[in-house]
């Protein structure tokens, strides 16, 4: 509610207008449009006004969001545009601590949640992706089993159950990674006490019973290709362009490209510090023309941010990429500009089977294109080498009674 104390002291009110003052400042270097910083500063002045003339101190609101509803409620005002105005107002207020924090006591599914995705950073050291991906594991079966009040219910029967309709709704490579993360979830719980035994041997594996689709792969032309054609002519473009340079020619996963910082870039040493999975740390060379796409983009598309990011969004607010599928969209766009879009579902990965594949053709051993590519086991490099079908030909023995066809 919209509510006052009655003050027992000196006026706490803060000087909101020099606070509105910095709030657009804010969002001058955050990238907003002029036109955007003062239709958001008139906004925000007609609900000071409106406070001011009501005879309400801000310092003593005991529910801020009921004030701006109050505020709304009159039906000139156009609610949406005001009310985002106004939210983002307040949580800049409370980022300078001119408003106290807002303290919700979290549920015991929100807490046992948060305290499973906090073992996985500090005590398994997994990537922010790897925790994602995992979370959602955990979160639907949190829901699905009302855990923890629930926990004495949940057998093994009951998890087959739940593996078994998942399944029904998904693809098999989601499902697998689902049952991952259950493991992992059921272990935690098990080991926090949540429920009594270690249920992680009940999630049932998942197989592959269609033939896995080959992966799409690029010729060195048509990579040469999908490059020329990329738009140039504005910032995004510019950004866009430096990222396929990072796929195509040092065979960068999406989470990496996002991950890139710019201290991650050593000019004086031609090498690029890559963050990889499972918090691995690679240096590769930075290749002259990767390295020139990546200053002509800093130079003149990327513009000022506090962000350390290599990599902004083109649209305000100006922040580091978030997702690694805006990488694969990136990709996508590039090889529909060129007219080079295989048939089915393709995103940034097509670059790194098509480096791998080049590689191959030139002689490159599994074990040195395992290095460039950065894996860790030599089988995951063995999986790319079915994409060379011609490498594969040339070794390919002929069917008894049957003509080789070249």
Same mark, same amino acid.
């Given at each position: 509610m919209c509510e006052q104390q009655s003050p027992s002291g000196p006026s706490c009110e803060p000087d909101l207008d020099q606070h509105l003052a910095a709030f657009v400042t804010s969002l001058a270097r955050a990238g907003y449009a002029e036109?955007?910083?003062?239709?958001?500063? =008139?906004?925000?002045?007609?609900?000071?006004?409106?406070?001011?003339e009501?005879?309400?101190?801000? *310092? #003593?609101?005991?529910?801020?969001?009921? *004030?701006?509803?109050?505020?709304?409620a009159h039906p000139a005002r156009r609610r949406y545009n005001h009310r985002c105005a106004l939210q983002a107002f307040m949580a800049y207020l409370r980022e300078v601590e001119v408003l106290p924090q807002h303290s919700v006591e979290p549920s015991a599914a929100a807490a046992l949640c948060q305290d499973y995705l906090a073992h996985l950073q500090t005590q398994q050291g997994l990537s922010a992706h790897s925790i994602a991906a995992y979370s959602l594991s955990a979160r639907g079966?949190?829901?699905?089993?009302?855990?923890? #009040?629930?926990?004495?219910?949940?057998?093994?029967?009951?998890?087959?159950?739940y593996v078994v309709d998942a399944s029904q709704q998904h693809a098999v490579a989601t499902v697998k990674l689902c049952a991952a993360g259950l493991r992992s979830f059921l272990r935690f719980c098990f080991l926090r006490g949540v429920i009594a035994s270690d249920l992680s041997p009940a999630v049932p594996s998942i197989g592959r019973w269609q033939r896995k689709p080959m992966p799409a792969v690029l010729t060195d032309a048509a990579i040469e290709c999908v490059l020329a054609a990329a738009d140039r002519s504005c910032a995004r473009g510019l950004r866009d362009f430096a990222v396929l340079q990072l796929l195509a020619r040092l065979g960068l996963r999406a989470s990496e490209v996002i991950a890139l910082r710019l201290e991650d870039l050593h000019w004086e040493h031609g090498e690029i510090l890559v963050r990889g999975k499972g918090d691995q740390l690679d240096r590769l060379p930075l290749l002259q023309e990767v390295g020139e796409s990546i200053?002509?983009?800093l130079r003149e598309a990327r513009g000022g941010s506090e962000s350390r990011s290599l990599f902004l969004s083109h649209t305000a607010p100006r922040r580091g990429l978030q997702d690694p599928a805006t990488?694969?969209?990136?990709?996508?766009?590039?090889?529909? =500009?060129?007219?080079?879009?295989?048939?089915?579902?393709?995103?940034?990965?097509?670059f790194r089977y098509s480096l791998a594949t080049r590689l191959l053709r030139h002689?490159?051993?599994?074990? #040195?294109?395992?290095?460039?590519l950065?894996?860790? =086991?030599? #089988?995951?490099t063995r999986e790319y080498a079915k994409v060379d079908l011609e490498g594969l030909r040339c070794i390919a023995q002929a069917w008894p009674g049957m003509e080789v066809v070249q």
């Open positions: 036109k955007t910083q003062r239709d958001k500063a =008139r906004r925000i002045t007609l609900f000071l006004q409106w406070m001011r009501a005879g309400i101190r801000l *310092c #003593e609101v005991d529910d801020v969001d009921a *004030c701006i509803d109050t505020f709304l079966f949190i829901a699905a089993m009302r855990l923890p #009040e629930d926990a004495p219910d949940v057998d093994a029967s009951a998890i087959r159950r200053v002509q983009y990488v694969s969209a990136i990709a996508h766009r590039a090889l529909e =500009r060129a007219g080079l879009l295989p048939s089915g579902r393709v995103g940034a990965h097509i002689g490159a051993s599994l074990s #040195e294109i395992a290095q460039v950065r894996h860790r =086991r030599i #089988e995951t």
